[in-house]
C-alpha cells in the first residue's frame, strides 16, 4: 500500500499505540483517537510473554521494556497455603528465543509506546460515534462533533469496540461467572524475586507478580455466585472473602490503597466469523478479548499490530486485510477457547475435584509444559509475510 495512505487507528491503548508504531516504522503517517480526555499511567499490571517481547525487539522496544520491567524465569501454580503444585521453570524458552517474560506496569508500558511516537500522533478527547465508510475513505464522526476522513480504519478499541458493535452487531460479549480485583503494591517482604505465582482454592485464586523493584501486582478472582454483590465489596470484605489464603496474601492487599484496588467482571468475545469489512479491519479485543488466564490479552494485541503494520506495507488493503486475519485468526481464537477453559478448570468450586485437579497437575513434568507455552510464545507474527 503507498506510504500516503491516510490511517485512522481509534484506541490509544497497547494494540493501538503499538500498531501506530509498526506503521511509522514502515513510513505511514498514522493517527491515533483516543477516546480519553488524557493518557495517564493508570491500570495494573500485565505480563509480557515471550510473543510479545519477540515483536518488541523488532520494533526495538526490548531493551526499554526490560528497564521499565521484572523478569518473570518461573510459574509457579499453588494452593491456598502457598504449597507448590507444578512449578515451570522458563529458562529453555527465554534462551532459545533469545528475549524474557516479563511483568511490568501496564501505564509504565503506555508510557514506553508514547514517547516511540512523535507526539502529533495520538490525539486525545475524541470519543467516537459512529463510522460511515465513502468510496475513497472511512469517515469518522465523533461525541464531541468532530470528524476525521481517513483512507482505512484500524480499530483498536477494546473489547467494547464502537466500530465492532457498528460492523458486527450479532457478535455477543460473554461473561466468564468470574470477578476480580487488581491491584499494586510495594510489600515489605517477599520471595517473589523472578516468580509469577497463582495459588488456587476452591471457587477463588490470588496471583503474585513482580513488576518492577521491590513492587508488586496482584490480581484475586472469584467466582460469581447468586445475592453477591462482588462490585460493592469494600477493601475489608475482599480481605475477609480471600482470608484462607496463606500469608502474604493478605498483607498484599493491606498494602495497597483502597482506592486504587480495580474492580471488574471478567468477560471474552464469541469469535468472530471475519475481522474486517471494507475500509475498516479490528485488532487486539476488538477482535477477539479473552479472558486474562493465559496472561496473552495484550500480547496477542502486540502480534496483531506487527502483523497487520506488514501486510499494509507490503500489499493493497483488502489483501493484507485477508493475509493478516488468515495469519492471526486461528492462533488469536485459539488462546480466546484456551484461556476460558483454563479459568473453569482453576476456579472449580468443589473440593474433592479441586484435588484431583492438583494431583494431576503436579505430575505434568516441566517438558510438557514447555511444549504447550512454546506453542504460544513462537506467535504467528513472526512467520515470514
Known amino acids: 500500500m503507498k506510504k500516503d495512505t491516510s490511517i485512522a487507528i481509534t484506541g490509544g491503548g497497547i494494540g493501538g499505540l503499538t500498531t501506530a508504531i509498526a506503521l511509522h516504522q514502515q513510513g505511514f503517517g498514522p493517527i491515533v483517537y483516543e477516546a480519553a480526555p488524557e493518557l495517564r499511567p493508570i491500570g495494573a499490571g500485565i505480563t509480557l510473554a ?35 503444585i507444578n512449578r515451570t521453570v522458563l529458562r529453555p524458552l527465554i534462551e532459545e528465543f ?33 463510522v460511515e465508510e465513502k468510496k475513497e475513505g472511512v469517515a469518522l464522526h465523533f461525541e464531541d462533533g468532530a470528524q476525521a476522513v481517513a483512507n482505512i480504519l484500524i480499530a483498536a478499541d477494546g473489547i467494547h469496540s464502537t466500530v465492532r458493535r457498528q460492523l458486527f452487531p450479532a457478535c455477543r460479549q460473554r461473561s466468564s461467572g468470574q470477578v476480580c480485583w487488581r491491584g499494586v503494591c510495594r510489600p515489605d517482604t517477599g520471595p517473589w524475586r523472578h516468580r509469577g505465582t497463582e495459588a488456587w482454592a476452591p471457587g477463588k485464586r490470588f496471583g503474585i507478580v513482580p513488576i518492577a523493584e521491590n513492587t508488586i501486582y496482584w ?44 474492580y471488574s467482571a471478567i468477560s471474552d468475545l464469541e469469535p468472530l466469523p ?39 506495507s ?17 492462533q488469536a481464537d485459539s488462546i480466546v477457547r484456551q484461556s476460558r477453559r483454563l479459568g473453569r478448570m482453576a476456579q472449580l468450586d468443589s473440593s474433592a475435584l479441586g484435588y484431583l485437579r492438583n494431583h494431576l497437575m503436579s505430575l505434568v513434568p516441566n517438558a510438557l509444559a514447555l511444549r504447550s507455552l512454546r506453542e504460544v510464545f513462537k506467535g504467528s507474527a513472526h512467520q515470514e509475510m
Open 98 to 130: 533469545g528475549v524474557p517474560n516479563l511483568g511490568i506496569h501496564r501505564g509504565a508500558l503506555q508510557q514506553l509506546l508514547l514517547e516511540a511516537l512523535p507526539a502529533e500522533v495520538v490525539q486525545v478527547g475524541k470519543s467516537l460515534r459512529q
Open 219 to 262: 490480581f484475586a478472582v472469584a467466582n460469581e455466585k447468586p445475592g453477591q454483590d462482588w462490585a460493592g465489596l469494600t477493601r475489608e470484605g475482599l480481605l475477609e472473602a480471600f482470608r484462607p489464603f496463606s500469608h502474604p496474601v493478605l498483607e498484599l492487599i493491606e498494602h495497597t490503597p483502597a482506592d486504587q484496588i480495580i
Open 274 to 312: 471475519r475481522w474486517f469489512s471494507g475500509r475498516t479491519v479490528l485488532l487486539g479485543d476488538a477482535a477477539h478479548a479473552t479472558t486474562p488466564n493465559m496472561g496473552q490479552g495484550a500480547c496477542q494485541a502486540i502480534e496483531d499490530a506487527y502483523s497487520l503494520a506488514g501486510f499494509l
Open 50 to 84: 515471550i510473543n510479545a517481547m519477540r515483536v518488541l525487539k523488532k520494533l526495538g522496544l526490548l531493551e526499554r521494556a526490560i528497564q521499565l520491567g521484572h523478569r518473570i524465569e518461573e510459574l509457579w501454580i499453588t494452593d491456598r497455603r502457598l504449597h507448590p
Open 314 to 330: 507490503a500489499l493493497p488493503y483488502p489483501q493484507a486485510f485477508s493475509e493478516y486475519q488468515n495469519l492471526r485468526k486461528k
